[in-house]
């Protein structure tokens, strides 16, 4: 198609420099002749798009190009009808390269779609088509080549570059036993994967198929477009007619038809929401068509599914309490991931990843029994450790205080918990936590700013632990305890308040994808149900995208309109000036063109992101790497500041001088160097890269309560009896250990925000290795 728009304008400017050579060699007739050619050049290729959009049942504005260049033939304007002509040709191709420009980035990622995988058999590797690809295969893959399927490394670490997928242009590296995806591309040394899915099922492909269905689309506000263009044409020809009613001068009314000849508001439009599209998918975000797009645009409610929408969707080892003599912290975790090690539960994995990541000795369990529902048991190091419920580990034998304690308070937090118990006496418990996405806050603050008016999560989770997350990110309302035939209801009542978004990952979501004006779905599984049922399709699993979407959006469709505002505005006032005489036919078809060219233009700026490019991370790598082992190491250890407290009145005085000791080292020489050298190191360094005159303001003013609160603690534990802390020493002790327990927490959870909002890497590590 942009081929054929070419070689007509070639054409036409060929014919029309060849009558302008003639003209002045004085051949008035062979002139005309050059001249009719190159009008009639393009004229032909409009009357074939003319029929073929009324066969479609859509009768084009281009019906005033082809009343304009046949009337300037009739009245014997034939130099007008030459300069009509090139002006159409002109306009059919920059608007064919605006919006191939435009579709670059969607035309890339089906043109580089993997077509062959390299499979292993034995000592041999042979090459295969994509679909011969079996679930199980071994396959290599070479440096440069992109992933043909989602698999698991089997000989990492890879490096990949996953731009294509997450718009990130930094590669990543995934150790072996990680899954990557297809569609990333191996920026470094050949490795192996083992496939876990086939071609049609893999990421990749299920991308091809939202592309596809995006090319495909026509947006809202481009029928909005053709609406408009069904009124413009009866006004054009009736400004036409009255002009020369009025004048008695027929060139007058065909000076209307030039300067309304072509009208921007067909041209512009699309271009806008291809842009957008096309930005979209740049940034890891694939909009199903142009009408996803022009709607999201307009969200007034906001829905989040709550499990690996807003969480990570992935049980985190939060804390581990031990309640009997013998058996501290770190010995509990050690028994229990021993015995873990046996079974598959989820719950199970997360224990037994904790202790391997702290380094702890685990011992293979012998003898183990499995009860679904209940736990597992097996001998360990000559004991029988268990590992699950209470009930189920109790057997109706009444429990101790502190275990019974722990259970009433747990019960008004309500977290995921599992107790470990040795030789039939339980000896600890393990609680959980679904992380929030470190982006989560953020976003939701910034979807407030972008106009979103209410923001809703929806969940199948126990109302405690709904409520809790709610309140940590900034949810206006929860709606707990929600089956998908509940979600379902809830998002086609949001429906009838205003254009409803709903955001989710999982299967259980499709139907209220579906049920929204514009399901959004969250991760790169391309390919799932959710996806399928989706309008937009986030690719990588960042909640902040959603933003971006709905910025890119916003901006596409107000480019949109600015384009028809700009347009027809211009345009209108051409075609009174041409009404009343003052603009001469061909001097209107320069006008024209010149609008056209104003309309695209301002449309081609949806490409861009209004800031000048993207935001670049501004954490080092080397930085990046250095914060998240400082807060890996330090931040499930500050839990231990709230258990001295919870322990105080139950500890002989002595025993708690000696806890309030080792407190007091740990706060000293541990907490305080970090928090000193990140506000004497850290902060300056990040606060460089940031707007404002002090960025980091707030954030320092709680290193300073935190010094605070760590020295007012050393002075009351320096000035204890020597025997222990008496009773008036507690109330100070519990107020300042659980004082800084809340600010050290509340901290760190903002440090995370912070490092994340900077560098992607850091908040990818905080959701796969939480």
């Not at 903002?750 to 796969?768: I, N, P, V």
Request: hydrophobic content about 50%; aromatic content about 4%.
């Amino acid at each position: 198609m942009k081929r054929r728009s070419l070689a007509v304008l070639i054409g036409s400017v060929v014919a029309l420099l060849a009558g302008g050579v003639l003209w002045l060699a004085g051949s008035d007739g062979p002139a005309d002749a050059a001249f009719v050619v190159a009008a009639v050049i393009p004229l032909s290729q409009l009357v074939v798009g003319i029929i073929q959009e009324l066969r479609r049942g859509r009768p084009g504005i281009d019906v005033i190009a082809l009343l304009a260049i046949g009337g300037a033939l009739t009245l014997g304007e034939i130099l007008t009808a030459a300069i009509v002509g090139l002006m159409l040709a002109t306009g059919q191709f920059l608007d064919e390269y605006a919006s191939g420009r435009a579709e670059r980035e969607l035309t890339a990622l089906l043109e580089r779609a993997p077509r062959i995988a390299h499979r292993i058999l034995g000592d041999d590797v042979v090459t295969v088509a994509i679909d011969a690809v079996e679930v199980g295969n071994r396959l290599m893959v070479k440096a440069g080549e992109v992933v043909p399927v989602d698999g698991v490394v089997l000989d990492g670490p890879a490096v990949l570059d996953e731009s294509a997928l997450t718009g990130e242009p930094l590669p990543v590296e995934r150790p072996a036993g990680d899954l990557v995806s297809s569609g990333a591309v191996n920026a470094a040394a050949t490795f192996e994967i083992q496939a876990v899915a086939t071609a049609a099922a893999s990421t990749y492909e299920g991308i091809v198929r939202l592309v596809r269905s995006a090319q495909e689309s026509r947006a809202p506000v481009v029928r909005l477009a053709d609406r408009w263009a069904g009124w413009f044409v009866p006004l054009t020809l009736g400004l036409a007619g009255l002009a020369w009613a009025v004048s008695g001068d027929p060139v007058r009314a065909l000076a209307v038809l030039v300067v309304a000849t072509p009208c921007p508001l067909l041209l512009a439009v699309p271009i806008a929401i291809v842009s957008g599209v096309s930005r979209g998918a740049r940034r890891g975000i694939i909009f199903r068509g142009g009408g996803p797009l022009e709607t999201l645009a307009r969200a007034e409610v906001l829905v989040f599914d709550k499990t690996g929408t807003v969480t990570a969707g992935e049980p985190s080892l939060r804390t581990v309490t031990a309640f009997t003599p013998g058996f501290d912290e770190t010995e509990v975790l050690r028994l229990a991931a021993s015995a873990d090690q046996a079974s598959s539960h989820v719950l199970a994995r997360a224990i037994v990843r904790t202790a391997q990541d702290r380094g702890l000795d685990l011992e293979l369990p012998v003898d183990v029994v499995e009860t679904p529902g209940g736990g597992i048991s097996g001998i360990v190091a000559g004991h029988r450790v268990s590992v699950g419920n209470a009930n189920w580990l109790l057997e109706s034998r009444p429990e101790s205080a502190a275990v019974s304690e722990f259970r009433r308070r747990m019960g008004r937090l309500a977290p995921m918990t599992v107790f470990v118990a040795v030789d039939d006496d339980i000896v600890g418990a393990a609680m959980f936590d679904d992380v929030i996405r470190p982006d989560a806050a953020r976003a939701i603050r910034g979807l407030r700013r972008a106009g979103v008016a209410r923001i809703v999560m929806a969940t199948g989770d126990h109302p405690v632990v709904a409520q809790s997350v709610g309140l940590a990110i900034g949810i206006d309302q929860v709606l707990a305890e929600c089956t998908p035939a509940e979600k379902v209801d809830a998002v086609r009542q949001f429906t009838e308040e205003g254009v409803t978004v709903m955001v989710g990952d999982g299967i259980n979501d499709a139907p209220a994808l579906a049920a929204a004006h514009v399901g959004v779905a969250m991760g790169a599984r391309g390919a799932g149900a959710s996806s399928e049922a989706a309008d937009v399709v986030i690719m990588v699993d960042r909640l902040h995208r959603v933003l971006d979407g709905i910025h890119i959006a916003k901006r596409s469709r107000r480019i949109a309109l600015q384009s028809v505002v700009i347009g027809m505005g211009l345009s209108l006032g051409a075609m009174g000036f041409a009404a009343v005489g003052l603009l001469a036919p061909i001097l209107g078809a320069i006008t024209q063109e010149l609008i056209d060219i104003v309309a695209i233009g301002n449309a081609l700026r949806a490409l861009g992101d209004g800031q000048g490019g993207d935001r670049r991370p501004t954490l080092s790598p080397e930085l990046s790497r250095k914060l998240r082992a400082e807060h890996d190491q330090l931040m499930p250890r500050l839990d231990a500041i709230r258990d001295t407290a919870d322990r105080l009145l139950s500890l002989e005085p002595a025993a708690a001088g000696a806890e309030l000791k080792a407190m007091r080292s740990f706060l000293s020489d541990v907490i305080l160097p970090h928090e000193r050298a990140d506000e004497q190191q850290i902060y300056p360094e990040i606060a460089a890269s940031l707007d404002g005159e002090d960025p980091l303001a707030a954030m320092s003013r709680s290193h300073r309560e935190i010094f605070h609160l760590i020295d007012s603690f050393d002075r009351v534990v320096a000035d204890l009896h020597p025997s222990g802390p008496e009773p008036a020493d507690l109330r100070d002790l519990h107020r300042l250990l659980y004082g800084l327990h809340a600010v050290l927490r509340l901290h760190f959870e903002q440090e995370e925000e912070l490092y994340a909002s900077l560098d992607e890497t850091y908040a990818e590590a905080l959701l796969t290795d939480p």
